[in-house]
């Protein structure tokens, strides 16, 4: 009986010192409202109407993930992350490039201590961290359609990529991105790279961020994959598909947190020239420069007021020019630290060029004949984290 107890005892001890060396962490986001848009083009396709639903992810992806480290001793440590996104609307899982992703947002593994750490795997390029400088960091996929979706300010995927950041020195942190391209016989087609940094002081935080991509067979820059094969344009291997250079500035004062920031965006693959109003679109665009302000004042602990204007100045190859311009007000109630309520009203307008709309339900298409150069949505939901 006491050989069992001891055993028992010894078996205990190293439970418990596996269990302080290592940790996994499962967590999530479940967000779901009801929006209203004023015009968006009818299921016929020869007209716009208003339309309401259900829509999952408004403020963040709904997501699921794993995250873990392991103590390896010396200030080494491994460590993992592991998510996927799905539509709590549907239920199914939100992957609209590929049909067999399942961790399609993140799936990493990697080295992190005293020097900083370093990830292999589909990963998010830095400009996912200085997302918080900007509306963004408050208003989420509101503001996606009228710039943030084409400067990819929550992050480009990039698979097959290895990552390495800093830690931080003196308030400012480092991070270099480099994403295969996989393709024998031609080593730079498909690659992506990626550069950012941040400073944060006090009430201060500053960001900086480049990413490139080149098209090819399977490229690392999963944003530019062709349909839902997974593959990419094996004709422009090689060549330069996407490039953006983006700015961040954050203050707070006081209660108030005032940004801005500025993207320029160049795809290089763009060479046609679209002169109906309906194909004049941001995708279509061989340069975009994409200007922001907002503020998040904090009226008081639990509620955020909101407000951002951001615009987006398009040029196609035939010389044309294009704007988009959006206004963005909310308010962000918190129930408790993991779940929140919210309210959003947008307008986008739009001039020489196609109205995206504010959630993508544009106003017009090739049918139609051009698009509505204003729309209007308004979003209710609720937020849960966990």
Known sequence: MKKSMLALAVLGAFAGAAQAQSSVTIYGIVDTGVVYTSKAVNATGTGTGSKFGINSGIMQGSRIGFKGAEDLGGGLKAVFNLETG??????????????????????????????????????????????????VGDFFGVTGAVGHNLDRLEGTRTNNAITYTTNSIAGFTGNLMYGFGEQAGQTSAGQAFNIGGKYDNGPLGLGLNY????????????????????????????????????????YQFGAARVYGNYSRVKQDLNTGSPTALASKTLASANKVDIYEIGTAYSLTPSLKLLGAVTHSRADFNS?????????????????????????????????????????????????????????????VGIRHKF
């Open 211 to 250: 990413y490139q991509s080149k098209q090819g067979a399977t490229p690392a820059d999963t944003s530019i994959l062709v349909g839902t094969t997974g593959a990419g344009d094996v004709t422009q291997s090689g060549n330069s598909a996407f490039k953006v250079l983006t700015l961040a500035a954050s």
């Open 319 to 379: 010389s044309a020019k294009g704007k988009l311009t959006q206004i963005s007000l909310g308010t962000d109630y918190f129930l408790s630290k993991r779940t929140d309520l919210y309210a959003f009203v947008a307008n986008i307008r739009a001039s020489d060029m196609a109205n995206s709309g504010v959630f993508g339900d544009a106003t017009g298409n090739a049918a139609i004949g051009g698009a509505d150069a204003s729309q209007t949505a308004v979003a």
């Open 86 to 135: 799905f539509k709590n609307d549907t239920g199914a899982l939100d992957d609209s490039k590929t049909s067999n992703t399942l961790f399609r947002r993140k799936s990493v593994v990697g080295l992190a201590g005293n020097f900083g750490t370093v990830l292999l795997g589909r990963n998010t390029d830095y400009a996912d961290v200085i997302s918080s400088y900007t509306s």
